[in-house]
C-alpha cells in the first residue's frame, strides 16, 4: 500500500512540475516563436498522461479497478480533446496576428513610399479625402499595381482600409515639414481614411487575435521613410532596421524623435 501511495504521489509531482513548464512554453509560443507551442503540446499532454495514471493507481489502492479504467479511459479522451482545441486556438490566433502584422509592415512601408514619390512628382501630399484614390494605379511589386482591394490587409469584409493618412498633411507641399511627422498608421475604416491621433485607439481588426496579457501596437511610417512600431499603454516606439530586417528593442518616450508622435 505504501509502495503504491509513493508512486502515486510521484506520478501527481511530475504532473504538477510538467504542467508548469507546460505553462511556460505556452506563455513564450505567445511572445516569441511558435515553435514553443510544440513544446507546451508536448509537455500539457505529459502531464495529463502522468496525472491521468497516478489517479488510476489511486483508485486501484482502492480496490477499485474497473471504476479507475473507466476514469483513466475518459481522461485520457478528455486530455486528448483539450490539448487538440488548446493548440488550435492557439496557432490560429498566432498565424492570424503573424500574417495581419507582417502584410501590415509591408504594405504600410509601399504605400508610405509611394506617397512620398506621389509628393515630389506633384509638389504636395495627396488630398486627403482622396488619397487611396491617388495611389490606385501605381507600381505596387513586380507586375502588379495598387487596386482598392491592396488597402484591406486584415480580409475583413466590414473594413475597406486597415490605413489611415494624416489629414494635416493634405495637400501640403513636404518641405519645410518636419522629417518625424506621421504619413501613415495603422486603423481600420472606409477607403480614403484619414484623421489623426483620434483614430490611434480605435478598435482595430487585429486587436482581437492579441492575448490580453500580449503588447498591442500599431505600425507607423513616417516622412522620412521610417517605419516604428508604436506601442499603444506608453508611447513607446521600436524602430525598424532594413539591413537587419527587424524591430530594435523599445525606446520609451523622448528617447527617439519618434515618440510621442508628431502630426504636423
Not at 24 to 32: A, I, Q
Request: glycine content about 6%; some cysteine; hydrophobic content about 45%.
Amino acid at each position: 500500500m505504501k509502495k503504491y501511495r509513493k508512486r502515486s504521489i510521484s506520478l501527481v509531482i511530475a504532473s504538477i512540475i510538467s504542467g508548469f513548464i507546460a505553462v511556460m512554453f505556452f506563455f513564450l509560443s505567445l511572445k516569441f516563436s511558435e515553435v514553443f507551442g510544440y513544446v507546451y503540446a508536448i509537455f500539457t499532454l505529459f502531464a495529463l498522461i502522468l496525472g491521468t495514471v497516478a489517479i488510476a493507481k489511486i483508485f486501484r489502492t482502492l480496490k477499485k479497478r474497473k471504476f479507475s479504467a473507466m476514469v483513466e479511459l475518459v481522461a485520457l479522451i478528455l486530455a486528448g480533446l483539450i490539448l487538440f482545441d488548446l493548440t488550435l486556438v492557439s496557432h490560429a490566433r498566432w498565424r492570424s496576428l503573424r500574417t495581419i502584422t507582417v502584410n501590415g509592415k509591408v504594405m504600410i512601408k509601399k504605400f508610405g513610399n509611394i506617397i512620398n514619390e506621389y509628393a515630389e512628382q506633384n509638389g504636395h501630399m495627396p488630398d486627403a479625402d482622396h488619397w487611396c484614390d491617388s495611389l490606385i494605379g501605381h507600381p505596387l511589386a513586380g507586375s502588379l499595381r495598387v487596386v482598392k482591394n491592396s488597402f484591406n490587409i486584415a480580409g475583413d469584409p466590414d473594413k475597406e482600409c486597415n490605413f489611415a493618412f494624416n489629414k494635416n498633411l493634405s495637400n501640403l507641399s513636404i518641405d519645410g515639414l518636419s522629417r518625424n511627422v506621421v504619413v501613415l498608421f495603422e486603423a481600420d475604416g472606409e477607403l480614403n481614411l484619414s484623421g489623426g491621433p483620434d483614430l490611434i485607439n480605435t478598435k482595430r481588426v487585429k486587436d482581437q487575435y492579441f492575448w490580453p496579457w500580449k503588447e498591442k501596437f500599431i505600425y507607423v511610417f513616417f516622412i522620412d521613410n521610417t517605419i516604428v512600431k508604436y506601442r499603444l499603454h506608453d508611447d513607446a516606439v521600436a524602430l525598424y532596421d532594413p539591413d537587419k530586417d527587424e524591430f530594435t528593442d523599445w525606446f520609451k518616450q523622448d528617447l527617439t524623435p519618434y515618440s510621442p508622435l508628431k502630426w504636423e
